[in-house]
């Protein structure tokens, strides 16, 4: 080991050496930029993005990308032709050995694998323009925020033996600008009234310091106010701010001035014209526009509550149900947010694939305008088709594959129906195995409820009602399964932050078809059981030992578990070994046993993103769900077991509440810092068990990625089950992510939570139990670092996680398996979190 430490630093240093091999003589590349303010070194990420020459990106404090650019050669031939003159020897032997083709695919390949090298990050040269505009950018920046006398100098530090330097900007503030006196001036009547009778609060207040960010956020608000007011014409360009800059205590004045009249271009003139109040006049809706359409005469009009739709060819949409998603009407005042709330709404609808709203003044007025809405819409059919590749701790390789049809607008109030079949094939260690599912489900624009309920979601928070069927089948896939889901889903979007879901009848029947298998799936099950045997077999004088291992495996150990369990004297003389037994029959029994979970479940989702390439948001979701509290009611049977059952099923009863947080920051230079943090619990009532399917399981690639699925827990056990559950979660994980070059990025990260039990069962032994704050020190820990290929519609994920803390080790619980040979490679498909 210390011999490859070794020429792993041997070959890093001398590649290192060779990192100014491409700089010519004269040049020096970029190795630092500094950054001084007011004489103090500073990081500055608010101020990266206006440094207009940075370093070579690196990796580990390796700059990965130049050292593979300088493995290439810029003056190798670039044709089969040149590159025979060059390497004669070797182009001949190939030919004489095989063809002029071949040797020809051989030069290629070498010319291609030089460009492929060269494809990446040249060395940064010092580039004298870009400093100084750097300079620039940075006095305009601080100018921005009030130092109207700061100065930006730079200074470059050569070294001209290893040819590179580096750059300070040395930055002085000065002192900063203060708002004094601040006066409105606004010459239009209308605006005037307008802003006198709103009673908004302006963010201009005297003694803050001048930032442009207040002035720019000043301009939107009031342009705003005059727009959602009727003022259609009114733009930003329409009002200004006068800043005094000719006093000497650093103070300002300031003026807003708006103009009483707007300029408008006729006949190559310019004239002036009072701002008026809009009225909308007309709306009319084209529903099936297209360019091509343009000009054609219309076949299909309907008027309806005032609104006109039109068709070029006979009318697809119901005009009842399109027309809720229009929020300017004839005869209202124009406002911008109503415009931009329709424009939303149509497009949430997944029914058209351009939505243009355009006005236009009414002929002969200057107050009322015309609304024309133009929808293309999409195909009425769609077909998809997804593929994936899977790979885990339980299914070693496989592949899934999912066709679907979609059909638009199917009962003419822009519905999605949508039917779908789903398979996927996959070896694990059980052998290959198979899974098989159909559904179909009808998503509604609205809400579709009794009693006018529909009615308490406003039409403005773009309410659906999602409907859905469908059923599955596996094959080799723990017990085989066979699944039956019903589901009556609302969403509503509160406001473009928030949302909320509420999921009414989320009904699933779970029935195992191959229980025989319990014991060829759980083989450390039955590894613990037959040791019990052994005992029972010495003190009780029986030959169960061993247990039987073909077809009968399962009866007979069914069979001995239940003799145990009601052996009261075992009890006493051998209690580990009855409570062994007893503990193994209790999940047998639940691991086997089929469930109907009929799920009611609210959840409230915040998240500000902006949009998929905003890397600075906040996100948070809180999923409360109760499974069987209806049915309950309705059922007073029970099985053998003392479980409740509904039309002969086991029901499962319980109360979840799922929590999660994460937050990013933007760090600068295309690197993020995130926060992931999930807390969740599960509780049984009427001596009811949890389902395998809803409990928690801790460890896998989008989870404490130091161990893999369900190889964690509960609490501080190591139990060597293949799947470990509880029924209280915790986890919480840091990451780190960045840019190596091109495409590859790259992340460290820290994860920490584990699983408990909080059910209370008797069978259940202390160290797998919740107790307060005293299980935290059962929290596991794991770190390590990643590797994720990006290609903008997905993310190829490799992380590393190594075991850093492991809570069920009897001592030396930090770092004792701190290795790659003990640590878990994990492949997953875009972010973890």
Wanted: with cysteine.
């Amino acid at each position: 080991m210390k011999k490859i430490s070794f020429y792993f630093l041997l070959i890093v240093f001398l590649i290192s050496c060779n990192s100014t091999k491409h700089v010519i003589e004269g040049e020096h590349m970029l190795n630092e930029n500094y950054i001084f303010l007011d004489s103090v070194k500073i990081k500055g990420a608010e101020l990266q993005k206006y440094i207009l020459q940075k370093p070579n990106s690196r990796f580990l404090g390796l700059p990965i990308g130049l050292y593979l650019h300088n493995m290439g050669d810029h003056n190798i031939p670039k044709t089969p032709t040149k590159w025979a003159k060059k390497n004669p020897k070797s182009y001949k032997t190939v030919k004489s050995i095989f063809s002029e083709k071949q040797s020809i695919a051989y030069a290629n390949w070498f010319i291609n694998l030089n460009n492929w090298f060269l494809d990446y990050d040249e060395p940064e040269i010092i580039n004298d323009v870009k400093i100084s505009r750097t300079a620039d950018n940075l006095w305009a920046y601080y100018k921005t925020q009030g130092y109207f006398n700061s100065k930006v100098t730079s200074k470059i530090n050569k070294d001209s033996i290893s040819k590179k330097a580096s750059v300070a900007y040395y930055i002085t503030k000065g002192e900063p600008t203060i708002l004094d006196t601040i006066n409105f001036k606004i010459a239009s009547p209308v605006l005037d009234s307008i802003y006198k009778t709103s009673g908004l609060e302006t963010l201009l207040k005297n003694g803050d310091q001048y930032k442009d960010e207040t002035f720019r956020h000043e301009s939107e608000n009031i342009v705003k106010l005059f727009r959602n007011n009727g003022i259609y014409h009114f733009t930003e360009s329409a009002l200004g701010f006068y800043v005094d800059s000719s006093r000497t205590d650093h103070k300002t004045n300031v003026e807003l001035l708006i103009s009483a009249d707007r300029l408008i271009e006729e006949n190559d003139n310019y004239i002036e014209k009072p701002y008026k109040v809009h009225t909308i006049k007309e709306v009319n809706v084209k529903t099936d526009y297209s360019f091509t359409k343009k000009g054609e005469p219309i076949k299909d009009t309907v008027l309806y509550k005032g609104i006109k739709f039109l068709s070029y060819d006979k009318l697809r949409y119901n005009p009842k149900y399109l027309a809720q998603s229009i929020f300017l009407k004839p005869n209202e005042v124009y406002k911008d947010t109503l415009s931009n709330l329709t424009r939303t709404h149509l497009k949430s609808l997944k029914n058209f694939k351009s939505t243009n709203i355009i006005y236009s003044s009414v002929p002969d007025t200057d107050d009322e305008l015309i609304m024309e809405i133009r929808l293309a819409p999409l195909e009425k059919f769609t077909l998809g088709l997804e593929t994936e590749l899977t790979h885990s701790n339980i299914r070693n390789i496989g592949t899934s594959a999912k066709f679907s049809i979609t059909n638009r607008n199917t009962f003419k109030g822009a519905e999605l129906l949508k039917m779908s079949l789903l398979g996927s094939w996959f070896n694990s260690n059980n052998g290959p195995g198979w899974e098989f599912g159909a559904d179909v489900s009808l998503e509604i624009p609205r809400l579709v409820a009794p009693f006018g309920l529909n009615k308490l979601v406003p039409k403005e928070m773009s309410p659906r009602t999602l409907f859905s069927i469908g059923s599955s089948l596996q094959k080799n896939i723990g017990l085989d399964r066979q699944t039956f889901s019903f589901l009556t889903d609302y969403k509503w979007q509160f406001n473009y932050k928030k949302t909320i879901q509420l999921e009414v009848l989320n009904t699933q029947y779970v029935k195992n078809l191959n229980i025989g298998s319990f014991f060829d799936i759980y083989s450390s099950e039955f590894e613990n059981l037959d040791e019990v045997a052994e005992v029972y077999d010495n003190v009780k004088n029986t030959s169960n030992y061993p247990l039987p291992t073909d077809e009968s495996q399962s009866i007979e150990s069914v069979k001995f578990m239940n003799a145990v369990t009601n052996d009261s004297s075992f009890k006493t003389s051998n209690p580990d070994e009855y409570n062994t037994a007893t503990n193994i029959l209790n999940r047998y029994n639940i691991i086997t046993s089929d469930f109907l979970i009929p799920v009611l479940a609210f959840s409230y989702t915040y998240n500000n993103q902006t949009n998929f390439k905003d890397s600075d948001f906040s996100f948070f979701k809180i999923r409360v769900a109760n499974s069987g509290n209806v049915l309950g009611l309705l059922s007073d049977k029970t099985n053998i077991h003392d479980k409740k059952t509904f039309l002969n099923i086991p029901l499962a009863q319980y109360f979840k509440t799922d929590i999660e947080y994460k937050k990013f920051w933007d760090l600068g230079n295309s690197s993020v810092f995130g926060l992931r943090t999930f807390l969740g619990a599960i509780v049984t009532y009427d001596n009811s068990d949890i389902p395998f399917t809803k409990s928690y399981f801790a460890g896998g690639s989008n989870d404490i990625r130091a161990w893999q699925t369900y190889e964690l827990g509960p609490g501080s056990r190591n139990t060597g089950l293949e799947y470990n559950v509880g029924s209280f979660k915790f986890l919480s994980s840091l990451e780190y992510r960045f840019d190596v070059f091109s495409r590859l990025k790259g992340a460290l990260f820290v994860d920490a939570g584990n699983i408990w039990d909080i059910s209370g069962s008797s069978l259940v032994d202390d160290d797998s139990k919740l107790t307060g704050f005293d299980s935290v020190k059962d929290i596991a820990v794991g770190s390590g670092f990643g590797a994720r290929l990006d290609f903008s519609f997905l993310i190829v994920r490799l992380d590393i996680g190594f075991k850093t803390y492991e809570p069920y080790l009897e001592s030396n619980k930090w770092f004792r398996n701190y290795n790659f040979s003990n640590a878990v490679y994990n492949i997953g498909i875009n972010y973890p979190f």
